[in-house]
């Protein structure tokens, strides 16, 4: 089994700085792509940003410019460094892997808050 591990939400003025970090453990096989997902209330979860395993990223538009998206394949952990931070950025925040290992599957993490007060 595999387990994502996140750390790093809390409360942050707009304007301040949050970094998010999820640690991927257990029976991994490839570690295929990381990547962190959002869900504000009553939104469905959204795409936040991407890293493949060769390095390539993709981001959402809106974070485009103010979050960058990290990993240290060594550790098995994805970093998102968030600034400028936006109420709108709100939400729960999911650690996501894709690893292949006997097939391929989608993990997912417990999920940490980030709240950005006005």
């Known amino acids: 089994q595999v387990q994502l591990v996140e750390s790093g939400g809390g409360l942050v003025q707009a304007g301040g700085s949050l970094r998010l970090s999820c640690v991927a453990s257990?029976?991994?096989?490839?570690?295929?792509?990381m990547g962190w997902y959002r869900q504000a209330p009553g939104k469905q979860r959204e795409l936040v940003a991407v890293?493949?395993?060769?390095?390539?990223?993709n981001y959402a538009d809106s974070v485009k410019g103010r979050f960058t998206i990290s990993r240290d394949s060594a550790e098995s952990t994805v970093l998102l460094q968030m600034n400028s931070l936006k109420a709108e950025d709100t939400a729960v925040y999911y650690c996501?892997?894709?690893?292949?290992?006997?097939?391929?599957?989608?993990?997912w993490g417990q999920g940490t808050q980030v709240t950005v007060s006005s």
């Open positions: 996501n892997a894709i690893i292949t290992r006997l097939g391929r599957s989608t993990y």
């Open positions: 257990g029976s991994i096989g490839m570690i295929n792509a």
């Open positions: 890293v493949t395993s060769g390095g390539s990223t």
